[in-house]
Nanobody
């Protein structure tokens, strides 16, 4: 079974940046669409962004549009979430997840994602 590992979380001041990474243990990710999700204490999980298998299609939640950028490397081994202009409301545990896409060229955070990482904490605070 595909196992995902997130890294790159931490404590950052408002306005700062972090880059999260999502890697697969023992597998490449090129057969999967990848999504990033987050869950803050007392709140429901939120779909943040996703990227298609080829990387040609990406989508973002309105709350992060223009500040976050999702990408994947050429070898399809890692997916990144570059987070800029961070706000306190971005504080959450961030998860990456993988799915075999029903539409190869697209992605959507509302799809069913079958493999999840353990999460990485992002805290935005002064």
């Amino acid at each position: 079974q595909l196992q995902l590992v997130e890294s790159g979380g931490g404590l950052v001041q408002p306005g700062g940046s972090l880059r999260l990474s999502c890697a697969a243990s023992g597998f490449t990710l090129d057969g999967y669409a990848i999504g990033w999700f987050r869950q803050a204490p007392g709140k429901e999980r939120e779909g943040v962004s996703c990227i298609s298998r080829s990387g040609g299609n990406t989508n973002y939640a309105d709350s992060v549009e223009g500040r976050f950028t999702i990408s994947r490397d050429n070898a399809k081994t890692t997916v990144y979430l570059q987070m800029n202009s961070l706000k306190p409301e971005d504080t959450a545990v961030y998860y990456c997840a993988a799915t075999v896409p029903s539409v190869q060229a697209l992605c959507a955070v509302h799809w069913r994602y079958d493999s999840w990482g353990q999460g990485t904490q992002v805290t935005v605070s002064s």
